[in-house]
């Protein structure tokens, strides 16, 4: 981490997370793992000195990682306490990753692209979080062997909920997922109740298609 942590973006990142409080993000946890996060190093070496603005930049195969803003809001929806076993998908950069490792206590990534993944593999271990399990594949259908998760996050859109994601939820477990065509989404949050599941729109959002069994079937 000592590596990672740059001085020379600190400032920037301080600014990065006043900015994020000014705009409604009040979880200090959330905000403590942002500021400790670099994520310039995630991001290309041409895109760098863009890292601190809160927006989406390319980090290839044609994928994105997602605007700092949406990530802290996913993450304050959560409500982590620490303890949680937390299932992601869509690894993409693996910044958000390594955000999770700050608030959860275990963190389950799958990614289908695997370019993508083994990039952030690296990256997620140089930051030095050693609580992180990946997997390289569809997330449409969970991962099985680790359910049930008391929080899954779904970083890509699609068109339905995908069935085994709530099956692999714990009691009282959340379900973050963008639902709806491939240009508009609705962020919904899906909360698996003892005798129903609960489920909630949060706002309108743009994510990159979840590409696989139970998501998009064609990129
Ligand atoms: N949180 C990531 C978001 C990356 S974009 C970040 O900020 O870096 C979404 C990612 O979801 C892409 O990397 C894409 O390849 C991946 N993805 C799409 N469909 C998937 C699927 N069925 N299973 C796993 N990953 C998928």
Not at 148 to 163: F, K, N, Q
Request: with cysteine; glycine share 8%.
């Amino acid at each position: 981490m000592a590596s990672a942590v740059n001085p020379e973006f600190r400032g920037a990142r301080r600014r990065l997370v006043e900015a994020l409080q000014a705009g409604g993000i009040s979880d200090l946890a959330v905000l403590k793992a942002i500021e400790e996060t670099p994520r310039h190093i995630f991001v290309p070496t041409g895109v760098r000195h863009r890292a601190y603005e809160d927006s989406s930049l390319p980090i290839g195969s044609g994928q994105t990682i997602s605007q700092p803003s949406v990530h802290a809001r996913y993450l304050q929806l959560l409500q982590l306490q620490g303890h949680e076993r937390v299932l992601e998908i869509g690894t993409g950069s693996g910044y958000q990753t390594v955000l999770l490792a700050h608030l959860a206590a275990q963190v389950f990534s799958i990614e289908r692209v695997a370019p993508l993944l083994e990039k952030a593999r690296d990256i997620v271990r140089e930051c030095g979080s050693r609580n992180v399990s990946f997997l390289l594949g569809d997330g449409t259908i969970g991962w099985r062997q680790y359910a049930p998760y008391d929080a899954i996050l779904v970083s890509a859109a699609s068109p339905d909920i995908p069935h085994p994601l709530v099956d692999q939820l714990a009691m009282g477990g959340k379900l973050l997922i963008p639902l709806g065509d491939r240009d508009e989404q609705m962020l919904t949050m899906v909360t698996r109740l003892p005798d129903r599941y609960e489920r909630r729109d949060i706002v309108p959002v743009r994510f990159v298609p979840l590409l696989g069994t139970h998501g998009w079937t064609s990129p």
